[in-house]
């Protein structure tokens, strides 16, 4: 892989079965590169866009991480699983769903847009007393999750052929979507759990023409998918070509005045990208009447 392409990020459309540390093992393997994270895990179940990041850019994970979610999504009502998905035992059945019309599982959707309290699911990857909760899960014991607060910005209803329902998702991360398909099943009285799940974008970044499974050694595929790191970040407020006598200060990891650099308003502690032409040098933070480096980037 050539040297322009080792610090950015990658589309990657992940496919259903592996993890998704599975596949920055596979992308490490056929890209060459030994520094790649991913930011935004999906289930083996899921497929779906993974962004991967490589080189100084697994930096930027965090960043990444941060925006929303969109995902297309199948149910099945009347049918509840231990772990809200395909995966789990089977722990309640109902036929009630066949009295369902359309109307009535479109209000259940809806009732969960807006800011609200998700219980996770109990096989989830959250901590419980440094442990994760699905391997407590795995032996049988009980597991006291606390609720998340979770944005659901926007559900669509896109088709109804019972016992099936296919919907579509825009979330905050941290939106557990198995847990919508469970929460829906019990405002139904019926139980629910998701049979498929399709992450389609994050942020502004789409699935559409990520790189395919068994294409990452693929110089060109991984082009036409290529993510830059200023690209990465361009959702956060910029300070661009600032003196060179303030890149040297950051790059020393050294605070440098606030007054006239041109730094877009923001709240105490928010962050900013800091520019020289088209490249990233660093992630600093408003602190008081100072602008300090969060992350430095390399030059070259």
């Not at 992940?14 to 060459?32: C, F, N, Q, Y």
């Not at 294409?215 to 070509?241: K, M, N, S, T, Y």
């Amino acid at each position: 892989m050539s040297g322009a392409l080792r610090d950015g990020v990658v589309r990657f459309d992940k496919p259903v079965g592996p993890t998704s540390h599975d596949m920055v093992a596979i992308a490490r393997r056929e890209l060459g590169i030994r520094k790649v994270g991913h930011s935004g895990t999906l289930d083996p179940f899921a497929s779906g866009l993974l962004l991967l990041c490589l080189g100084p850019s697994t930096r930027l994970a965090e960043y990444l991480s941060d925006l929303p979610k969109e995902y297309s999504a199948r149910a099945r009502l009347g049918v509840s699983t231990t772990t809200a998905d395909p995966e789990g035992e089977v722990v309640g059945t109902s036929d009630a769903w066949e009295s369902l019309v359309e109307g009535q599982i479109d209000s259940a959707l809806q009732e969960f847009v807006g800011e609200t309290d998700q219980m996770p699911p109990a096989f989830s990857a959250k901590k419980v007393g440094g442990e994760r909760a699905y391997r407590l899960a795995r032996r049988g014991e009980d597991v006291s999750l606390a609720a998340a607060s979770v944005s659901v910005y926007r559900i669509a209803l896109d088709a109804v052929d019972l016992p099936f329902i296919d919907f579509t998702v825009l979330c905050s991360t941290g939106t557990y979507v198995r847990g919508i398909a469970r929460d829906v099943g019990e405002q139904l009285r019926v139980g629910a759990h998701l049979t498929e799940l399709r992450r389609v974008a994050i942020g502004p970044f789409q699935v559409e023409g990520a790189v395919l499974p068994g294409r990452l050694g693929d110089a060109e595929a991984v082009r036409a998918a290529w993510i830059p790191p200023l690209e990465a970040v361009a959702h956060l407020p910029l300070l661009q070509d600032p003196s060179e006598e303030t890149v040297i200060r950051l790059r020393r990891g050294q605070g440098v005045p606030i007054a006239g650099l041109g730094v877009p308003e923001g709240d105490e502690g928010g962050e900013v990208a800091v520019v020289c032409g088209e490249r990233l040098v660093a992630i600093a933070v408003r602190d008081g009447d100072q602008v300090r480096p969060r992350k430095v980037f390399p030059l070259e």
